[in-house]
T-cell receptor, first 113, second 110 residues
Framework: DSGVTQTPKHLITATGQRVTLRCSPR?????VYWYQQSLDQGLQFLIQ???????AKGNILERFSAQQFPDLHSELNLSSLELGDSALYFC????????????FGPGTRLTVL | EDKVVQSPLSLVVHEGDTVTLNCSYE??????LLWYKQEKKAPTFLFML????IEKKSGRLSSILDKKELFSILNITATQTGDSAVYLC??????????FGAGTILRVKS
């Protein structure tokens, strides 16, 4: 158990819908990262927040957005869902903003039908 | 474009064998290289390497980084069936993002 929690564990929804994935980092960690893992793309970095502010952006689609709240939990919002968005979404956290070990949560499996 | 390449893609060994997994990279503004083990769940952190030539060890696992030749290796000695997993290499690059390789699938047979 890494100390990072993610909800929900599984999510099944239809195309065109919008979902919100939630992540609580380890106690004391200020950085939160979001990743997408699909069968054909492997693990892809989406976005990083540090202490409430966006720090780095990876391969995140415009239909996706994220934020980190004052209590440091983070939400990833996915809208206008497509079949290809079906994937495992991981959240990771670390203490510092860079060059620090990232600890992964258990992931949310999203299935878009 | 930042790139991380792992080899081999997959290997099968017998318990007790020693394996070496490779990771080469081409990224902008290298900061660190990380190894993870992924079974049927989230990746588990193994090592973070920032300096060349310094071996990191944890039990039967060890890893070393060569920043001149842009690669790292992960060694597992006396393999056990519990070592069966996907091993992921990731490089922390410009903008604090992690770029992952496709992974090496290791299967250890008893």
């Amino acid at each position: 158990d890494s100390g990072v929690t993610q909800t929900p564990k599984h999510l099944i929804t239809a195309t065109g819908q919008r979902v919100t994935l939630r992540c609580s980092p380890r106690s004391g960690d200020l950085s939160v990262y979001w990743y997408q893992q699909s069968l054909d793309q492997g693990l892809q970095f989406l976005i990083q927040y540090y202490n409430g502010e966006e720090r780095a952006k990876g391969n995140i689609l415009e239909r996706f957005s994220a934020q980190q709240f004052p209590d440091l939990h983070s939400e990833l919002n996915l809208s206008s869902l497509e079949l290809g968005d079906s994937a495992l979404y991981f959240c990771a956290s670390s203490v510092q903003v860079e060059t620090d070990t990232q600890y992964f949560g258990p992931g949310t499996r999203l299935t878009v039908l | 474009e930042d790139k991380v390449v792992q080899s081999p893609l997959s290997l099968v060994v017998h318990e007790g064998d020693t394996v070496t997994l490779n990771c080469s990279y081409e990224v902008t503004n290298f900061r660190s290289l990380l190894w993870y083990k992924q079974e049927k769940k989230a990746p588990t952190f193994l090592f973070m390497l920032t300096s060349s030539g310094i071996e990191k060890k944890s039990g039967r696992l060890s890893s070393i980084l060569d920043k001149k030749e842009l690669f790292s290796i992960l060694n597992i000695t006396a393999t056990q069936t519990g070592d069966s997993a996907v091993y992921l290499c990731a490089v922390e690059a410009n903008g604090n993002k992690l770029v992952f390789g496709a992974g090496t699938i290791l299967r250890v047979k008893s």
